[in-house]
């Protein structure tokens, strides 16, 4: 939800400032800005459209200097425009402003600064920002940042720039910031990937704390007290993997990466024994847990659907999943024997961050899935499980999802393991064989072309239904979720057996009905439910195990994925679902990577 670039060293801060936005933009893109400073004056250029469409407004010779501000914008109070757009600046047009979050007790604020003479010229809360800052300011920008934040209530990543300092203040309360240090030069970012191209250093900024950065050095604060003493962290990314190799979009990049992703979830914790060092959560603890709570967001959610099936099932531990958005606010029975897990991509999303702090705050043991190594929720949990698999740029998550998957299922081994319980030693060898199974797969041009071919067929159809039971059945509300993102079409999911509770009723012949109906679980079950559909007319598209002649009689069109354990099923399943809402989603023109009013990470309520 927005996205911030600072620049300050000695290099002309221009381009590194577009391309810093540019490589943010998945975060918000209705809307794009940059303010430099030179000779003690502040430029600024900003304007409603994303990065591509207006870069060549911006150009350099109007935005001079070494020493800059930047935002992407996801709008939240006032509509995408111009005058909206950030950076905000102060009425002297002294102090510039770029922030991400929301100011909760702007209206107030603006109130009384109006009252002070102060003219507001957005609609935006973050315009008191730049306003607080000006009344406070007497010569020193840091002590005026500082100041102002200490009336300002709400979520902010901030970054600052005064026309007469040559420095830029950066701030964050609730949203993510990353510092990244170079050679005398330094970066300010929503997030480290768009500074990944420029150094692998990075000082992570928690909540209440500010930087001052020069050319020359950068200094933490807290917003109470002095200085703080941080820790530089090292990259793991390669610049490589935040580019989009040749593939027309960074969806279908993270596709094909699937092999590769979930070898790395795997590596080194699976091969008699499951392997997991989850540092900060004793295992005695976890030998004893009396109940799993799993909460997370959106796809991440999705996942944990699946690994209550996996976990009841192997470990035995009673497991419940809750949106955390609901969790944070539903006062959750919690005690100090619960384990409560949380899943997240980006370690940022507002609601499971809040969730995470909710746990904690009622003596549960948080456990963290998450991919984005240092961020706000990996640094907050008791211990947890990296999923390695590298940057997810595209809005859909899809990498992500079978990386979580692949965490959630060698948790379950690991917690057996540490019950004595019976750990199923085909499962996980075939979890171990998993990348190699999706390679395959993916490599395989019949099952490529039978999923286009659906994907020609019935791109223009309004409606789908995507319905699958047990460990499928969240499967089936992933595969409705991807269709509705990126192509704007709707779709829902539902376990197999509630459509004659209702949905039936929407089924004739304009209904394509996705049914993930692979051998095992209740396979049976699912034939019948095929057959109320085909009554109906409704169109069958089904997901089925190879070989499966029967299902090409009964569905009018199926996809083949390959013969795994049951219960691994949704790891193969979602594959051909990622793929059809993506070819969906090109044939009907649609941005993929960047659907409307989407943005990749959160880190608003
Ligand atoms: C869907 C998608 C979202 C995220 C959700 C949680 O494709 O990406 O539904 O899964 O916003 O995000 P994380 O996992 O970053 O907490």
Redesign the pocket.
């Known amino acids: 939800m927005c996205g911030i670039f600072g620049y300050c060293g000695r290099r002309v801060a221009q381009p590194i400032l577009m391309e810093g936005i540019r490589r943010l933009e998945y975060r918000g893109y209705d809307s794009v800005g940059i303010a430099t400073l030179s000779g003690g004056r502040v430029f600024v250029a900003k304007k409603k459209g994303k990065v591509s469409e207006i870069a060549h407004q911006f150009a350099p010779a109007a935005l001079p200097g070494t020493l800059g501000i930047a935002h992407t914008r996801w709008s939240t109070h006032g509509i995408p425009s111009d005058r909206n757009a950030h950076p905000h600046l102060s009425c002297d047009g002294k102090i510039a402003v770029v922030h991400n979050g929301i100011i909760e007790n702007f209206s107030g604020l603006r109130e009384l600064l109006e009252e002070k003479g102060h003219r507001f010229s957005s609609d935006t809360d973050t315009e008191v920002i730049a306003h607080l800052i000006e009344s406070f300011y007497q010569g020193n920008i840091l002590d005026a940042v500082r100041k102002a934040l200490k009336g300002v209530e709400g979520t902010y990543g901030i970054a600052v720039l005064h026309a007469h300092h040559e420095e830029l203040i950066a701030a964050r309360n609730g949203s993510p910031l990353v510092l990244g240090i170079g050679t005398e030069e330094f970066f300010v970012s929503s997030d480290a990937s768009a500074v990944v191209e420029h150094t692998k250093k990075v000082v992570y900024l928690d909540d209440g704390e500010l930087a001052q950065i020069t050319p020359r050095s950068y200094h933490v604060f807290d917003l109470k007290k002095g200085v703080k003493e941080k820790e530089v962290s090292t990259l793991a990314w390669d610049v490589q993997e935040i580019e989009k190799k040749g593939y027309k979009h960074f969806m279908m990049k993270e596709i094909m990466e699937q092999p590769e992703s979930l070898q790395n979830t795997l590596r080194g914790r699976l091969d008699k024994d499951v392997r997991l060092s989850l540092s900060g959560i004793p295992r005695e603890f976890l030998a004893r847990v009396q109940r799993i709570m799993i909460t ?6 999705h996942a944990g659907l699946v690994g209550k099936h996996i976990i009841e099932k192997y470990a035995g531990i009673v497991t419940e999943v809750d949106y955390a958005s609901e969790f944070r606010y539903r006062d959750p029975l919690l005690t100090a024997r619960d384990l409560v897990v949380v ?7 507002a609601d ?1 961050l809040a969730a995470v702090k909710e746990a904690k705050r009622k003596g549960a043991t948080v456990l963290g899935i998450v ?1 984005v190594v240092g961020s706000s ?1 990996a640094r907050d949990v008791h211990g947890g499980i990296y999923i390695h698999a590298g940057p997810e740029i595209g ?4 990498k ?2 079978t990386g979580q998957l692949a965490a959630l299922f060698l948790l379950a081994f690991y917690l057996a393991q540490l019950r004595s319980k019976p750990v199923p030693r085909p499962g996980m060898r075939q979890l171990q064989n998993i990348p190699e199974v999706i390679r395959k797969m993916l490599a395989d041009t019949a099952f490529i072309s039978a999923i286009q071919k659906i994907a020609e067929k019935f791109h223009a159809y309004p409606n789908y239904y995507y319905l699958g039971r047990g460990v499928n059945f969240p499967v089936a509300l992933e595969g409705a ?2 269709l509705k ?1 990126i192509s704007y079409i709707h779709a829902e999911g539902y376990p197999a057996a509630e459509m004659k509770h209702g949905p039936i009723a929407l089924i004739d012949e304009n209904m394509p009905v996705i049914f993930i109906a692979n051998r095992g679980g209740a396979y049976e079950k699912i034939i019948s439910n095929i057959e109320e559909v085909r009554s109906r007319k409704g169109k069958v598209i089904a997901i089925a195990t190879a070989g499966d002649k029967l299902m090409s009689q009964k569905a009018d069109f199926v996809i083949h994925v390959p013969d795994v354990e049951y219960e691994l099923t949704p790891l193969v399943n979602v594959i051909p679902l990622q793929l059809l809402a993506y070819y969906i989603a090109d044939l009907r023109g649609c941005a993929i990577d960047q659907p409307r009013n989407l943005a ?3 880190t608003v309520e």
């Open positions: 997370a967001c959106g796809t991440s959610w899943i997240s991509q980006s370690g940022e999303t499971t991919n929720i809005v859909a998550s899809t992500a999802f979720l991807k993102e990749k990470s959160v």
